[in-house]
């Protein structure tokens, strides 16, 4: 079968070989500068700026300056943020300048990877950064921030809750961080302005998305609305919610799971007719009331509290799907968002007409140059080129990939499933090792909750409930002994670090710019205590054992593959 896909790749395309091997003449380009770049002052490298534009306006393209450009920002990395770009980080730079898509493991540095062709081309146009939430796109600014600070460009970060001036100025830097989400408002709020001056977000000239899967292809038909209130009345809601509740599934309406569908039966039309006094409920007089029942039955029937909802200071608070993140801001249309209030006993807010809407397949399609990396592409990469035009180029792991996939595990039932994993949590705790466990609900992560209480096993729970603690939940959930329980609202990009995150911990205690004494003691302590949990948790394999010589044979290939040398 693999054979089979190779030939017709062959065919009809490059095979993933045939990518690699174009791109590393061009990596060791980039390396060759390496040592002049090192030679260079501190103020010859920043000056590398200016030149690079004075050549650009001379007529030099982006693609001519690559190999120096891309040179320049691994020393700036390295003399700022103390991290130097590897071959591989490089060459997932080049596809992302190329227009592509970089798949690459997780953990192999993709931030960093953004940073040398954000460089190149804010020295052309406007960057934007996209990334999956508000504390990834301010932990990336805050983190990469000083190697374009270095080099003399201006970096900005769009968060929820900014002003528009604020925004305006954050747009007008020469890259910028944010949300797929902030990054779309934004356009539709500028389309929606009286005057041109009062636009914030200038040009779509070159974006990087980060998890481009999730955001391109999970979420891609999810559109962005801003909406304005109607004049539906609250009575009317409230009225409908009572009738729901007299209908039963199976007798008064069916119902399709898979495509979240809901029809009358017969028996349920003639109810409705009765209890509404309608002689036919088809009639065109009785298409609002039809409507507004079925919205009251679907919000009955496919809305469950805590999965698709939360109810939070009497509000019906959208979860993401995808994410499991607050929504706080957006509002289901058609009246469905009333009928959720109206359901749960809450008052009930007007209901909203739809003033601008987008979907983020369409945005994005509107910038001039659009690139992409995450840890999983391959598999949608027909998608990719359909309707983006992008290709995806799998990047090489730095070191040899010695992670064990381990087999699914089917349970006949969830409860047995979940007793199961409280099992396996238990035994992994006792020895100590940190456990993070996915769930794709609040609901499951709750209930597991409850299990482990049972346990007396002590343990955080990540969720949309309690999201404004996921930097502090997330930033250990590595350390000795460490539970987590986490919705998919947690994971991307998120770097949990063995023994905990000294860095984090200390700045939790001390401010590093007004107490930097005590911010350095403490940052010293919990690095020597995130070492000795480091050495708790990761104990050395028997040599003989399978798992080893499995490591070993990989490690060897690897080697030979690299031309590197082998030292067991």
Known sequence: MVSFKRAVDFVFGQTNEQKLKKLRPLVEEVCSYAERMRALSDEELQAKTQEFRERLADGETPDQLLPEAFAVVREAARRTIGLYPYEVQVMGAIVLHQRRIAEMKTGEGKTLVATMPAYLNALVGKVHVVTVNDYLARRDRHWMGPVYEFLGLKVGLIQEGMEPEARKAAYQADITYGTNAQFGFDYLRDHMVISENQKVQGPLDYAIVDEIDNILIDEARTPLIISGPTRETARMFKEFARIARLFKEGEDFEVDEEHRRLTLTDQGIAKAEKILKFENMFDPRATLALHHLQTALRARVFFKRDRDYIVRDGRVIIVDEFTGRLMPDRRYSGGLHQALEAKEGLTIQRESQTLATITLQHYFRLYKGLAGMTGTAKTEEAEFKEIYGLDVVQIPTNRPLIRHAAPDVIYRTRKAKFEAVAQEVERLHKEG????????????????????????????????????????????????????????????????????????????????????????????????????????????????????????????????????????
């Open 433 to 568: 090792r940190p456990v993070l466990i996915g769930t794709t609900s609040i609901e499951d992560s709750e209930y597991l909750s409850r299990l482990l209480k049972r346990k007396k096993l002590p343990h955080q729970v990540l969720n949309a409930k309690y999201h404004e603690r996921e930097a502090q939940i997330v930033a250990q959930a590595g350390r000795y002994g460490a539970i987590t329980i986490a919705t998919n609202m947690a994971g991307r990009g998120t770097d949990i670090l063995l023994g905990g995150n000294p860095e984090y911990r200390a700045r939790q205690e001390a401010d590093p710019e007004e107490e930097p004494d005590k911010y350095r003691q403490l940052l010293e302590q919990y690095r020597r205590e995130a070492e000795e949990e480091r050495k708790k948790i990761v104990k050395p394999a028997d040599p003989n054992s399978p798992y080893a010589r499995k490591c070993l044979a990989q490690i060897k290939k690897w080697c030979q593959e690299t031309g590197r040398p082998f030292r067991p």
